[in-house]
């Protein structure tokens, strides 16, 4: 008899029928390894050695390029135990249906044994995965975003105290492709993509959708969120969340240049995607980075909008689906004003003259350690975490959502998060810029009933001494001419500045039907170039708007039927009625 993992190994053996097994440990020497064998299999090149030591250009299957939401399943027991969000697939059917897709998947394959950590090796948030997979791309990639390797294994033991995660590339057929989670095992499996979130398990399957699952159990949150530092000219540094759907720009804003800093404003990376947080005995929320690596979107990146993120991606670095310079260079829409001559599209074919479609797919990516993020905290691997002041929701909205407003409280702080929206992105496979409500951004990510999600939050702020303030941004406002209002990137500090104050009982605002926007006065504006008519346009709380608003959110709640809190049904009718007595004045 071994120990539950090597069992498990070996079950996972006898099914995909591998022609070997390798145990990994993370070290360098079996970095290089890998990408040689992905090099020799024809869709990886290695880039420019001496402009980008070390970094790899991966070209996935076209078809294969995004997040696939209709293919992934949370297959608990009982159907409603995975809510009306989430596609259902009952676990017996699961595991006969894909089971069968599994069987033999790995002859003439390489299956590989990942052991991996999320979170600092040293800290009580921490948790364990092990994921079997024969995609060398994954290893690699796995390299950069866990910790790999001994201490991992050390953490299992004997024990069965892990989350397995089974991995296969299947034949990459879209038809033949699902993303399974088991959450009563706390089982993943994932057959017929190589692609970052469906592949990766330790990200999106484990870490957001397992995870919040122990996390309701064990009292503690997983969730979307990047985590930021904000230290203010006195040198003190205040913690900061925020959830965006994908591609809305947390890792921008976890890597940001702030253009204050030379009157003290400083902003320092901790984590651009994911948090795990947990009341701490000072009576704060506490997150943790259970990640090690950034897996971010290339297009829009460049030396003025996020200068950290072009110095992080200079070495180390795997590119996918990046487009190429002549001189072995990435390159993406955005990076430059003017595409360079030669070009290598995403796809690997030259790009000529006049070609339609962009070179860089449009979800292309940078996989980067986190260490390389040059304004990298001293605190982001601190076992305890770091207390969070302030929990950030936002979206891309082109109308309606203004740049910031502050909840009145902790419980309409969740009623914000749970009826906020944002228009689709290349991050999933499916239509572009259509407008969905995805509450706290986990829409794609909560791995049971989000009823029970959303009465777990309001349960966390009444188990929390010191609950943080919670606030809404959205940079993606647009004016008549559809050109954003509101510069973004660097230039969001100065909303981050606004929170800052708000959190320490300052910051000047007014109280709207939708809770405290800033005045036009209590944003620092100084060397920003913003009409007047733009900044009210973008800080507009618009009543007609906003009813239509409340609304869809009152018919969005339905779906949750009782199992929605009532405590977020009174508070879409008390907006309801602020916003009439708001309207009903004016008329
Ligand atoms: P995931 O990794 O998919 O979870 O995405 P993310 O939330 O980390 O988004 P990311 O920061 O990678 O940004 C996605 C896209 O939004 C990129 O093309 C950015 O250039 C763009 N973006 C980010 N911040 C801003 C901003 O402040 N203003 C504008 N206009 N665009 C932004
Ligand atoms: C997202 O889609 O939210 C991402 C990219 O962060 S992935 O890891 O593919 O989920
Ligand atoms: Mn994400």
Not at 411 to 428: L, N, R, Y
Not at 451 to 464: P, Q, T, V
Request: net charge neutral; proline share 7%.
């Amino acid at each position: 008899m071994g120990t539950p993992l090597e069992e498990w190994v070996e079950d996972a053996a006898r099914k995909t029928r591998p022609k070997q097994v390798v145990w990994c440990g993370g070290s360098e020497a079996e970095a290089q390894q890998m990408v040689e064998t992905l090099v020799a299999e024809g869709r990886t090149v290695r880039l420019n050695e001496r402009t980008y030591p070390n970094c790899i250009l991966h070209r996935s299957d076209p078809s294969d390029v995004a997040r696939t939401e209709q293919v992934t399943f949370i297959c608990s027991r009982r159907k409603e135990d995975a809510g009306p969000t989430n596609n259902w697939m009952a676990p017996e059917e699961a595991k006969q249906k894909v089971g069968a897709l599994f069987d033999g998947a790995m002859a003439g394959r390489t299956m590989y044994v990942v052991p991996y950590l999320m979170g600092p090796a040293d800290s009580s948030m921490t948790r364990v995965g092990v994921e079997v997979t024969d995609s060398p791309y994954v290893v690699v990639s796995m390299h950069i975003m866990a910790r790999i390797g001994k201490a991992a294994l050390e953490r299992i033991g004997k024990t069965s105290d892990f989350v397995p995660g089974l991995h296969s590339l299947g034949d990459l057929n879209p038809k033949r492709r699902f993303v399974l989670h088991f959450p009563e095992e706390k089982l993943i499996w994932s057959i017929g993509s190589g692609y970052g979130g469906n592949a990766l398990l330790g990200k999106k399957c484990f870490a957001l959708r397992i995870a919040s699952c122990m996390a309701r159990e064990q009292g503690w949150m997983a969730e979307h969120m990047l985590i930021l530092g904000l230290e203010d000219p006195s040198g003190k540094v205040t913690y900061m969340a925020a959830a965006f759907p994908s591609a809305c720009g947390k890792t921008n804003m976890a890597m940001m240049v702030s253009t204050l800093e030379d009157s003290g404003y400083r902003v320092w990376t901790l984590g651009d995607d994911i948090a795990w947080m947990q009341p701490g005995p000072d009576g704060y929320l506490h997150a943790i980075n259970p990640e090690a690596g950034f897996f971010g979107v290339a297009p829009g990146t460049n030396a003025l909008t996020n200068p950290n993120v072009m110095a992080a991606v200079k070495r180390n670095t795997i590119f996918t689906n990046v487009a190429m310079t002549a001189s072995r260079e990435p390159w993406w829409e955005g990076m430059t004003a003017e595409a360079p001559p030669e070009l290598t599209d995403w796809q690997g074919h030259k790009v000529s003259a006049g070609a339609q479609g962009p070179a860089a797919h449009p979800n292309s990516r940078y996989t980067v350690p986190a260490r390389q993020a040059p304004r990298i905290s001293s605190h982001w691997k601190d076992p305890a975490g770091v207390p969070i002041s302030a929990i950030i929701f936002g979206g891309r909205r082109a109308r309606v959502a203004p740049l910031v407003y502050q909840s009145l409280n902790w419980q309409h702080g969740v009623f914000v998060g749970a009826g906020m929206a944002s228009e689709t992105t290349a991050a999933i496979t499916g239509e572009v810029g259509v407008r969905r409500r995805d509450p706290m951004a986990m829409l794609p990510f909560c791995g049971y009933h989000m009823g029970d999600y959303f009465r777990h939050w309001l349960e966390m702020g009444r188990r929390i001494p010191h609950p943080p303030r919670i606030f809404h941004v959205n940079w993606f406002r647009k004016g008549p001419n559809g050109k954003f209002l509101w510069p973004g990137y660097g230039e969001n500090v100065r909303v981050l500045k606004w929170i800052l104050e708000r959190v320490n009982g300052k910051g000047l605002a007014e109280e709207t039907p939708i809770g405290f926007v800033p005045t036009p006065q209590g944003l620092t504006l100084d060397g920003l170039a913003i009409s007047a008519a733009d900044l009210k346009e973008v800080l507009r709380v618009d009543a007609a708007d906003w009813q239509k608003e409340a609304e869809e959110i009152g018919t969005f709640f339905n779906k949750f039927g009782d199992r929605l809190p009532p405590e977020l049904r009174a508070e879409q009718a008390h907006l309801t009625e602020r916003l009439h007595l708001v309207a009903s004045a004016k008329g």
